[in-house]
């Protein structure tokens, strides 16, 4: 994030040819839209905001109560290199206000703002780094995305066998050039499967830049006749796309998580015990697709709520790191989640562990996907699906004190729609791949 002020912005669209302003924000799924707006209409959307349509975005206001505004952030300005570089295209991101001023409960960026704000009343600075996997697929004839992966290639293979190096070098720069992160990139485990890292950041900016990376990946694939998908299980006998989040805690810009084997009992552990106590009734949210739970218990994704030192079978692992990088991975969620509402939930959760003392369980220090089925039947574990996990999320009293009740409200009842459709469907796979495959 840039510290842009709204003259310097309006400047420097003058100074370099933008003709084309794209005001973006997120819905409460966190999917992208953007409203396309003029440089002479800037002046305006920084001082009374941009009107839309609340009621055409799923989740959002009701037809008759439907007027929403949109106010660009100066800070998040950023040209899109994929454009053209004669008439440059410029996007923001958004602040949503009602029609009085008041923030827009349903907002995702300013629900993590507030979980920011309550972490540094504390003292607290969470930083987040990600790990993103998603799925490179060939086009048909006619352009549409087939269910042929690019490769055939598999975890850290190299070029010719890995045929996305290519791509992954031009996903990277262009995120340079938009001035975002990535420390490493390499192909994954499943065939045409990828992953991009990013180094840790405020958690704002981390969740800004996960959207941006996904419209990133999406745009660079299809300039090189390819289809990106971050679908969680996009083919069933494979290995599933995780969402991976490195969490750490700064005082006084000094990364003060530590979570050695022999200092179990401090601020780190109590802020871990705080995500596994919640981290059930989040999982509508963490793992917000019917097709997320396909991947949960399969291939390295996690099943059972449980943590250990760089065990890569657990939920939590606490990876070998020192100094600035010493963090926490949680290794449930998936890529089709809102980062917006799932970073400030586990923030919320991590500072409830804190303020509340709650003592972190003893480490499973086990292969859990060898474990005997004794061991394993004694283990708290996710929902199997996402029914369950909606059901767990109404029974909660933790997660409206994160998101407001009537956006709360609207997910989960969007999300029931889901599952019931899931349910009725009669082939499974098809309704997913048909539903999901290229929204995702």
């Known amino acids: 994030m840039n510290n842009y002020t709204i003259e310097e912005v309006t400047q420097y669209i003058k100074e370099n040819d933008v003709k084309f302003i794209r005001l973006a924000f997120c819905d409460i799924f966190g999917n992208m839209k953007n409203v396309s707006i003029m440089p002479s209409e800037l002046d305006r959307a920084f001082k009374s905001g941009i009107p839309f349509d609340a009621s055409a975005v799923r989740g959002f206001m009701d037809v008759e109560d439907s007027d929403l505004f949109l106010f660009p952030d100066p800070t998040t300005l950023q040209i899109l290199p994929w454009r053209p570089s004669q008439g440059r295209v410029a996007r923001f991101f958004c602040d949503i206000k009602m029609p009085d001023g008041a923030p827009f409960g349903g907002n995702g960026r300013e629900i993590l703002r507030r979980a920011i704000e309550k972490a540094k009343l504390l003292g607290y600075t969470v930083k987040i780094g990600t790990e993103c996997e998603f799925y490179l697929f060939e086009l048909d004839e006619n352009g549409k995305p087939t269910r042929n992966t690019h490769d055939k290639a598999g975890y850290f293979d190299i070029a010719p066998l890995d045929k996305g190096e290519t791509v992954r070098r031009e996903i990277c720069l262009t ?5 975002m992160m990535p420390e490493m990139s390499h192909h994954e485990q499943g065939k045409g499967q990828h992953e991009v890292d990013f180094r840790y950041s405020e958690a704002l900016t981390a969740a800004d830049n996960l959207v941006n990376f996904k ?9 090189n006749g390819l289809y990106a998908s971050f679908m969680p299980k996009p083919i069933l006998e494979d290995s599933g796309s995780g969402l991976h989040i490195n969490m750490s805690l700064f005082k006084d810009g000094v990364n003060v998580f530590d979570l050695s084997k022999s200092n179990l009992k401090n601020e780190s552990g109590c802020f871990v015990a705080g995500i596994i106590a919640h981290i059930k009734e989040m999982s509508a949210f963490t793992n917000p697709l019917t097709n997320s739970y396909a991947r949960l218990g399969e291939f390295s994704a996690p099943k059972y709520i449980t943590w250990s030192h760089g065990n890569r079978s657990q939920l939590i692992r606490i990876p070998a790191s020192y100094g600035e990088f010493k963090r926490m991975e949680l290794r449930n969620p998936d890529p089709s989640c809102s980062p917006y509402l799932t970073f400030a939930l586990l923030i919320h959760a991590g500072i409830d562990g804190i303020t509340t003392g709650k003592v972190l369980s003893e480490p499973t220090n086990c292969n859990l996907f060898k474990a005997d089925k004794k061991l394993l039947n004694t283990l708290p574990k996710m929902p199997d699906n996402l029914g369950e996990a909606i059901i767990v999320a109404r029974a909660s009293t933790f997660i409206p004190e994160v998101i407001p ?11 029931e729609i889901e599952w019931q459709e899931y349910l009725d469907s009669k082939d499974k796979e098809y309704f997913e791949i048909e539903k999901y495959f290229e929204r995702v």
Do not use: C, G, P, Q
């Open 405 to 415: 009740r009537d956006t709360f409200d609207r997910y989960l009842a969007e999300k």
């Open 175 to 179: 995120l340079e050039e938009m001035d």
């Open 215 to 223: 419209s990133v990946v999406k745009n660079i694939a299809a300039r």
